[in-house]
Nanobody
Framework: QAPLVESGGGLVQIGDSLLLTCAPS????????MAWFRQAPGKEREFVTA???????HYADSVKGRFIISRDNGKNALYLRMSSLKPGDTATYYC????????????????????WGQGTQVTVSS
């Protein structure tokens, strides 16, 4: 079983909103930095947004102003509020966690995250 579990994906219309949630499937997941990545068919996994345990956030330019990342440190839970969805947002969204502090130059690299979920599909229909 994957250490993280995502939920909240679905089929929506252009301009709609969705809330994705990620939580550990069990104990033992260290979550200093948590992030959302996405992968569309035939494309590489790309960074969406990340948040450190202290609350500092990073966003990809493509989602800035539309997506909001947040976390509940007590529950080790991660959230992604997506608004003004576009067809280009269609992808499988993955939650990821790193046990270490990631600096700005490394926070967008999937290889720096040791724990992953299995993904949740988001489809934005035109």
């Amino acid at each position: 079983q994957a250490p993280l579990v995502e939920s909240g994906g679905g089929l929506v219309q252009i301009g709609d909103s969705l809330l994705l949630t990620c939580a550990p499937s069990g104990g033992g997941v260290s979550t200093n930095t948590m992030a959302w990545f996405r992968q569309a068919p035939g494309k590489e996994r790309e960074f969406v947004t990340a948040i450190r345990s202290g609350g500092m956030k990073h966003y990809a330019d493509s989602v800035k102003g539309r997506f909001i990342i947040s976390r509940d440190n007590g529950k080790n839970a991660l959230y992604l509020r997506m608004s003004s969805l576009k067809p280009g947002d269609t992808a499988t969204y993955y939650c990821a966690a790193s046990s270490g502090y990631l600096i700005a130059s490394t926070i967008r690299l999937p290889a720096n995250y040791g724990s992953w979920g299995q993904g949740t599909q988001v489809t934005v229909s035109s």
